[in-house]
């Protein structure tokens, strides 16, 4: 078989999303935000708060409005420069749906049944579920392809998403044969934060959707919120080891170690150097001032972008512009690779 799908040799361009769906939380922060940043210096980047993804489960049409600006203004307070990076909301830019629609007629039933993330979110009634929840997966890969991003930071939970994104592109460039059309996206998952776990229970991730608020630590928490969280955090009664093995059937005690090491820009063992042997009552209000130091502010930053509407729109304006006029001439190429009629 020819390698249709390495063959790509356009630029290197990143691309990601996140829904405008509640708080976000220390995992969105470590485990794509923290990335989104250090990114913008060395790569063209796109950044998008995807609306339209949003909308596969119920939204109030006035809370996403004001969620989609939440986004924008944590990405900001992050430290996206919108001089660099292009910020923009997912459906400002139309090209997304476009292809999307092609990639439907390109994606099996089989690859999307596969799915776990539709699984988890149908729950156990399928029946029910919108027919964009399904589809999800495949609005993904035009948001990625549509911009012929090379590159997508996102937390461990999408990994799968990124391969169904992959086998589309290349399905799409072998089937019309247009080698090297579409890059295979690769994600960048890879580094501390990748999977940061909820609070109350270490084998589950850190989720927006989790019932109990105590799970996570929100970015629009104050700094009492967040320590208070720490304190009530689970752990076991046992210190801190000396080495990283000794936590392997310790979940909640491992991810504190992770969040520490992760925030600290350090390994988890050299965590363990310092704190081997302590207890929780030690070990806790290190973390906390860790993490109160960290994302205070960030927290500062997000509430000042907020005070300020006008300047986010304006943002998001500049944003979707930039972004449109990256997607077009490949939605034309696509329709003409994929026959189209146009006027000759
Ligand atoms: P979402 O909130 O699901 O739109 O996710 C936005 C981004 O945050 C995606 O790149 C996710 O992979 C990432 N993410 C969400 N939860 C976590 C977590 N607990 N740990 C690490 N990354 C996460
Ligand atoms: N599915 C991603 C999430 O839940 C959000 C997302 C939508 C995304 N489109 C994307 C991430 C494209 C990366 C690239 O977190």
């Known amino acids: 078989m020819t390698d249709t799908a390495n063959s790509y040799t356009g630029p290197e361009r990143v691309f990601s999303g996140v829904q405008p769906t509640g708080n976000l939380h220390l995992g969105n922060y470590l485990g794509a935000l923290r990335k989104f940043v250090l990114l913008q210096d060395s790569h063209d980047c796109i950044f998008s ?15 996403l409005k004001e969620n989609t600006r939440q ?6 307070a992050a430290g996206l420069d919108p001089d660099k990076a292009i910020i923009f909301a997912q459906s400002s830019s139309p090209a997304h749906m476009e292809l999307c629609w092609y990639f439907n007629c390109v ?21 029910r579920a ?9 609005l993904q890969a035009a948001d990625i392809l549509v911009y012929k991003a090379t590159h997508v930071p996102v937390g461990e939970d999408q990994k799968q998403h990124l391969e169904l994104s992959r086998d589309i592109a290349e399905k799409f460039n072998r089937e019309y044969d247009a080698p090297g059309f579409f890059p295979q996206p690769e994600p960048l998952i890879k580094g501390p934060g990748a999977r940061i776990m909820s609070l109350k229970d270490g084998t589950k991730k850190m989720s927006k959707s989790d019932p109990s608020d105590l799970s996570r630590i929100n970015l629009t928490d104050d700094a009492d919120t967040m320590a208070r969280k720490i304190k009530k955090a689970k752990t076991d ?22 969040i520490y090491a992760a925030l600290n820009g350090c390994e988890d063992q050299d965590v363990l150097n310092e704190y081997g042997g302590q207890g929780f009552g030690a070990f806790k209000p290190a973390l906390s001032e860790l993490v ?21 729109d304006a943002v998001l304006e500049k944003g979707g512009e930039r972004a449109r006029a990256i997607a077009a001439p490949v939605i034309s190429d ?6 189209f009629w146009k006027k000759g």
């Open 49 to 63: 708060v995807v609306d339209l993804h949003a909308i596969t489960m119920p939204q109030e049409p006035g809370a």
């Open 71 to 76: 986004i924008a203004a944590a990405f900001l």
């Open 107 to 127: 994606a099996r039933m089989g690859w999307l049944e596969r799915m776990t993330q539709f699984k988890e979110k149908a729950g156990k009634d399928k029946e």
């Open 130 to 138: 919108s027919v964009g929840l399904f589809d999800y997966p495949v």
């Open 237 to 258: 009664p046992e210190p801190l080891p000396a080495s990283m093995n000794e936590l392997s059937d310790r979940p909640e005690a491992r991810n504190l170690v992770g």
């Open 292 to 312: 109160v130091e960290s994302l205070a502010p960030i927290t500062n930053r997000f509430n000042e972008w907020l005070a300020d509407p006008a300047a986010i």
């Open 334 to 339: 696509v329709r003409d690779i994929m026959g």
